[in-house]
């Protein structure tokens, strides 16, 4: 027996023939489309329906769902840290030192090996769909959508900036002014394609920051994305003259953090099924507040 997923029509979408308003305002593929026809799973009105047959406002669009057929990495057992679960999403607390998916030589051991684990021993099919990422030794709040729908929706809400990603970070030095807006183009370093470099002829990035507190040495940062590009936090508070601790990318090596201090503490999105705003956190990793204790240690002896 199908599943259907309904969509009632609105008054700015009548006159689209079906198969745009699947791709368009929906976000099916062409390929897609071709398999929910094939199995009949495009009703309007709860009749069958030719793809070019224009809406009307009102009308009943319902569409099939059409289920995962794997789950597009190894399944492997691993623990994961489940900060939030429904039945369209769920937020994961990724450990630093771990990539989210597999990526070039590294098939195993990804976050993603050790969610499809999780559902599978649940008995649960989904294809792995992350809204967005975090670099290997970044920790913190990412999100997973479970159905290809799910995903859409989200990524609209990623695209209109209606998903609020929360970052703090512990930086070198004393950071002036104590908040502000960094605007620095972002491109592909070109000899290094796993690197970046600001440029003007980059991509438009900008990162919002303010101080939580000052150290004598450091200062710890609450950063909030209005662009999500590779490495932006990283590379715009190097720019700013302010490295994250531990990023020996942009920075250098600090022998007080193993890796860089950045932490996804937050992300606040509305949920899919009854259009709540909620925030889920992740709390500080060990080595983050021991960090953070060590600032303070040498702060108290300075003074």
């Known amino acids: 027996m199908k599943t259907f997923t309904s969509y009632k029509i609105e008054e700015q979408h009548a006159g689209l023939p079906v198969e745009a308003y699947l791709k368009e305002i929906l976000g099916y593929s062409g390929r897609k489309i071709q398999k929910l026809t094939r199995k009949k799973g495009i009703l309007l009105n709860k009749r069958s329906v030719f793809l070019q047959k224009n809406l009307k406002t009102g009308d009943l669009l319902q569409v099939a769902v059409l289920e995962d057929a794997s789950y597009g990495v190894q399944p492997e057992a691993g623990g994961i840290d489940i900060l939030y679960e429904d039945e369209y999403l769920l937020v994961l607390n990724k450990p630093p030192y771990q990539l989210v998916h597999p990526a070039g030589h ?19 099919l989904y294809t792995l769909r992350p809204i967005h990422r975090l670099d290997r030794d970044t920790s913190g709040c990412i999100l997973f959508a479970k159905d290809a729908q799910s995903q859409f929706k989200l990524e609209e809400q990623l695209k209109a900036r209606q998903i609020s990603r929360l970052y703090q970070a ?59 590009r590779t490495h932006q936090i990283r590379l715009h508070l190097a720019h700013l003259g302010h490295p994250v601790i531990g990023d020996a990318m942009y920075g250098k090596p600090s022998p007080f953090m193993p890796r860089q201090a950045l932490h996804a503490v937050s992300v606040t999105f509305s949920t899919l099924g009854d259009n709540r705003r909620i925030t889920v956190q992740a709390p500080l990793p060990t080595d983050f507040r021991q960090l953070l204790d060590h600032c303070d240690l040498t702060q108290t002896n300075k003074t």
């Open 106 to 124: 590294t098939t195993r051991g990804t976050l993603a090996n050790h969610l499809a684990y999780h559902w599978q021993q649940q008995g649960l």
């Open 170 to 228: 512990c930086v070198t030095g004393l950071v002036q002014p104590p908040q502000g807006i960094i605007t620095a183009g972002i491109a592909v370093h070109p000899h290094r394609p796993n690197r970046r470099i600001v440029s003007d002829q980059g991509e438009s990035a900008i990162t919002h920051y303010r101080t939580l507190q000052q150290f004598s040495i450091a200062t710890l940062l609450e950063l909030e994305l209005e662009t999500g």
